[in-house]
């Protein structure tokens, strides 16, 4: 296709020319034949009546002149360019710049008020913002309508509505003004008044083409083509026809912004026409981004919950200490020497890995269950044995008292720490147990401290007391052994988890000549569950999608609604200039907002969601939300519009002009 500008040519040369045109429709099976062979040629400057009766095919040819239609085989050319070698956005660019239509049931955009209609061209041409505002103003002005700028099409006369599409007609020069039946809606009074503006226009040079089915109305143009069945059976100047006297032609602003601004400027035009379309259809609109909505709601959601619950066991595994690697006296479980085994784990072994540079403390540990008695109370309980360091390596808290000390573990000291069901079990009515002695077997042992409840750990059981003494004294007072069942190593942050395992098991392999220990990785257990709970979330999260497509399948769905119930708006856009792309533009730009929207109100509803879960569930359980999943719940709600919409402004795009102007 050519890219070439028609522009006219010598004032001899006729302006349109015709020759052999023939226009056929489909009807089923068969082909109807509306034009046969037209020949004609239209001068610049000429007021021509094109007349017949309904169905004779002059809103046809009127429309195949208008390069809104095209012929099915002849030639058709315009500034002396063939009309056949251009496509969609030349002709287009044609009816842009140098045709104006005025139609009979006057096409306006209800949406917008008769400012804005008429300002429509300008913007599909690029003309600055003020200038076309200013230049719509003085056409209404001009046209009686200077009061009425800001009125909606609903709040005119019909009368006054064809004086706002004449003046859309003229808002890029108008060279050639095409009127389909101008007065055919029209009372007497109104009908003449347009009469005489398109003489008026006539006068100033532009060149008027009227299609009618009323003689009366034909016979005040200078040239009158009467068709009938397709056929132009007479061409003859109009005698009586009066010239008005000659006007000069308003000088128009050519200046065209430049092409991004022009761009931009129909993007704007385009996103307000979205808004407008979207506010009149209130319910239509709340209706298809529900979809968006619980999709993006569940995929937020169910992250922080994800999340939460990710937080809520890691927190529950630094109850037990940050970075711990805990060394098990034994062989591995499965190993057939497990049934030799004897004792082996020692106080040395575990002097032995505190003393690595990559080792902050080490605390060891034994178990045993032992009754304990407080004055008339008596209790099963577990008592463990511990280093210095345990509250360190543990991640446990004191509420009351102190810890052990280095002089605790060498002394081998009767001091014990009692966890919080110790204390409520043996002193429910004392505030500080802090110096009491309990009776631990046969061995006395004073409260030195009281750790802080800690009901969620997993290392102490939620029902049972616990005390807890130093290593030493358990060994040597309680159960008279020189082993313990284990130690717990706390690692730098700075080192590896992994490296550190490795490091101290060839360690003790170095120190007993056989892996005859077990050893466990906190960090592995975080691993573990981290990568647990996100398979967990990417699972749920991909169920949540599923809605998204659902909804997007829906913004599809009412967005083809949209496209059929406005294809009048659409063919009145491309009559007046509108390119294939500013049309995809605009209702791409629609699905795009109504997902965007419905987008930003699920995330709302998400934490409305979250904060309800976060009221209910105390500090015991916290939906936490990821900065990620909401932007990426965006983007998703972004690109659903995009993907979706992309059918529908297509179907938009590919319409026909006629077609799209015949819908109601």
Known sequence: MSNQDPTPNATDTP????????????????????????????????????????????????????????????????????????????????????????????????????????????????????????????LLSDLGLGDKVNNRPSQLSGGQQQRVSIARALMNGGDIILADEPTGALDSKSGEDVVQILKDLNAQGHTIIMVTHDPSLAAQAERVIEIKDGHIIADYKNDDYQHAEAQPAAVIDKHRKSAFSSFIDRLFEAFKMSLLAMRAHKMRTLLTMLGIIIGIASVVSVVGLGKGSQEQILSNISSLGTNTITVTDGYPYGDPRRQYNDYNLTPQDAQAVANQPYVVSVSPQLNSNMNVRYRNIQEAASISGVGKDYLDVSGEKLALGQGFDEQSILRRTQDIIIDDNANKTFFPDNASPIGEVLLIGSVPGRVIGVLEPNDGGFRRSVDSPTLYMP?????????????????????DNNISSAAAEAAISELMIGRHGTDDFRIRNSDSIRQTIEATTATMTLLISSIAIISLIVGGIGVMNIMLVSVTERTNEIGVRMAVGARQSDIMQQFLIEAVLVCILGGLLGIGLAFAIGEIINRVGGDSFQVIYSPTSIIAAFLCSTLIGVVFGFLPARNAAKLDPVEALSRD
């Open 471 to 491: 290593y030493t004294t358990m060994m040597s007072r309680l159960i008279g052994s020189a082993y313990i069942e284990s130690f717990v190593a706390l690692i």
């Open 15 to 138: 302006l349109m020319q015709v020759k052999g045109l023939i226009r056929e429709f489909k009807a089923g099976e068969q082909t109807i034949r509306v034009l046969h062979d037209i020949d004609l040629s239209i001068h610049q400057g000429e007021m021509v009546a094109i007349i017949g009766q309904s169905g004779s095919g002059k809103s046809t040819l009127m429309n195949i002149l208008g390069c809104l239609d095209q012929a099915t085989a002849g030639d058709y050319k315009i500034f002396g360019q063939s009309v056949s070698r251009l496509d969609a956005d030349e002709l287009a660019k044609l009816r842009r710049e140098h045709f104006g239509f005025i139609f009979q049931r006057y096409h306006l955009l209800g949406d917008i008020n008769a400012r804005d209609n008429v300002s429509v061209p300008a913007v599909y041409a690029g003309m600055d913002g003020q200038a076309r505002s200013e230049r719509a103003e003085k």
